[in-house]
């Protein structure tokens, strides 16, 4: 699903954010990004959508050569991978529902399609009842949720989160991870960066830790 | 189908956008429209002038000042006279008499005229000539020889400010048409920067669409709409100031021109020209739309 090979980071300003990274990650895994702040892992997910462009290495998503993707086919990618931030990037604007649905509606789907789907991704993460809300009135939880119910409203088979428990106290980290895990369970490749070593300890799933942009440990497959 | 579908949904999307802040998008519609409006509204004024004018053009003719001591029969004989020039078509004679009642016609002069106890009009032959005849160099020869009669005070041609006017228009339609351009590129910038303000407040809407995937000319829709419609709505807004203005001038030249017995009527914008000004109005906004959003939507990348 994921193949990096001797990938390299280099900032316009010169500095190295990610140094010779190598490792894969298989369809249907489950990997815990980690590493102390400034390690890499935000520049990491970043090179997964294209949002950065990797300076050397090779880049493999989803059978894709982002090295050679065109510019023009970037959307696309992005369409085939769900992603959650720290900041949940909700527009403040609209209401949950048409939040979830940006995705749908930015690839063309029919109106009636997009209603089911829209309440589908509501249901699974627990706010059905709050699609007419507007996002600011909900918990940073609530809000966490609305981001990851528009991440996977386009089914897509990898999910990648920066963070996505960032603000939320221990219960809500919880149900936030477990929601993804239970993604994982259905097939959905999922790759969250955290420092919070906790869910690390509780899930067993493999984890990656970067420091000073290398990766200096693999825990491999746990269970 | 379902990508007209789509353009629709984004052409009401914008609309209602529009809507929501009715008091910018008032604003620019004011200015664009005022803007259209001052190139059109001249552009009628320089049409109806021409249509009326255009009417007088071959009718070129020659009146001849009689001196004050030509009598009657000698004016009689002159017209005569002038009859059987092979440059002549047609001669006719206006005695004194007759022009002070013509003038009496006018209305605001006959106070005045009952103040003189004599006649001070002299009388006055008005030849036309053939048409062939009737051009600025055929005339010009006619008039001096006409002039060295003895009989003749003044000759001079009846015509001559029409064929100025006429000049002059086009003149004055090449001015519009070149201020009707400037007004244009106006429009385009004012547009543009609307359009840039408008990209710039929803910089953060336009980076969270990008990064779900959306492609270029998905985000670029909704603010070419949004230009051609104001655009559009500017080029109404301006069609209803040029036709308010029409309807206001209407009463006075209707007075005016019956004063000078003829029944004229403004002609304001026909179809094809508020089809030209409302497609124009459109293309505009459209332009400057595109021009903005190719310049700064290129720069909002998500980070
Ligand atoms: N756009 C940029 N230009 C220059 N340097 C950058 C840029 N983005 C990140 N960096 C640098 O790259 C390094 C890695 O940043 P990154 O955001 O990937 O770290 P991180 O592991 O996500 O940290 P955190 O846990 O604080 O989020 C940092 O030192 C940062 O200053
Ligand atoms: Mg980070």
Do not use: C
């Amino acid at each position: 699903m994921i193949q990096f090979d001797t990938v390299f980071k280099r900032y316009p300003g010169g500095y190295d954010a990610l140094k010779n990274i190598s490792f894969h990650v298989a369809d249907e895994e489950m990997v815990f990004l980690t590493g102390h702040s400034g390690a890499g892992k935000s520049t990491l997910l970043k090179l997964l959508t294209l949002i950065e462009r990797p300076t050397r290495g090779q880049l493999i998503v989803n059978n894709k050569n982002l090295i050679r993707l065109p510019g023009w086919r970037v959307p696309y990618l992005r369409r085939e991978i769900g992603v959650v931030f720290q900041d949940h990037r909700l527009l403040n604007d609209r209401t949950v529902f048409d939040n979830v649905a940006l995705p749908l509606v930015v690839t063309g789907l029919h109106r009636r399609d997009i209603g089911r789907r829209v309440r589908a991704a509501l249901d699974k993460v627990g706010l059905l009842s709050k699609e007419n809300l507007m996002p600011i009135v909900l918990s940073g939880g609530e809000q966490q949720r609305v981001g990851i119910a528009r991440a996977v409203v386009n089914k897509p088979n990898l999910l990648l989160a920066d963070e996505p428990t960032g603000n939320l106290d221990e219960a809500l980290s919880d149900e936030i991870i477990d929601l993804f895990h239970e993604f994982n369970q259905h097939g959905v490749t999922v790759l969250v960066a955290t420092h919070d070593l906790r869910h690390i300890q509780r899930l067993r799933k493999r984890v990656l830790q970067l420091q000073n942009g290398e990766l200096i440990f693999d825990s491999g497959v746990r269970s | 189908m379902n990508y007209l579908l789509r353009h629709l949904q984004v052409f009401f999307y914008t609309l209602g956008q529009l809507v929501r802040t009715p008091f910018a998008s008032l604003m620019t519609i004011s200015v664009i429209g005022i803007t259209l409006a001052l190139p059109a509204t001249l552009y009628l004024l320089v049409d109806n002038i021409q249509r009326v004018t255009a009417g007088w053009d071959g009718e070129a003719q020659i009146s001849l000042f009689l001196k004050k001591n030509v009598a009657a029969s000698g004016a009689r004989f002159l017209q005569q006279r002038l009859q059987r020039m092979p440059e002549v078509k047609h001669v006719e004679w206006i005695p004194p008499e007759k022009g002070l009642a013509e003038l009496r016609k006018v209305s605001g002069f006959s106070g005045a005229l009952k103040v003189l106890d004599e006649n001070p009009l002299p009388g006055v032959l008005v030849v036309v000539p053939k048409k062939s005849y009737a051009t600025p160099d055929g005339l010009k020869p006619l008039l001096q020889r006409l002039g060295k009669f003895s009989e003749v005070d003044l000759a001079k041609i009846d015509l001559e400010w029409v064929q100025r006017l006429q000049a002059m228009l086009q003149i004055v339609r090449r001015g519009v048409l070149v201020l009707a351009g400037l007004l244009a590129l106006a429009v385009v910038l004012i547009i543009g920067n609307t359009i840039r303000l408008a990209i710039l407040n929803r910089r953060d809407e336009i980076e969270i669409t990008k990064l779900i995937g959306a492609t270029n000319a998905f985000v670029r829709r909704p603010f070419l709409y949004s230009g051609f419609l104001q655009g559009l709505l500017g080029a109404v807004m301006a069609w209803l100031l040029v036709t308010g203005i029409l309807v206001l001038l209407d009463g006075p030249i209707q007075e005016l021109t019956s004063l000078y017995g003829s029944r004229f009527r403004v002609q304001g914008l026909n179809l094809a020209t508020s089809g030209l000004l409302l497609l124009g109005g459109g293309v505009l906004g459209w332009l400057g739309s595109r021009l903005s959003v190719g310049r700064h939507l290129r720069n909002i990348e998500p980070q």
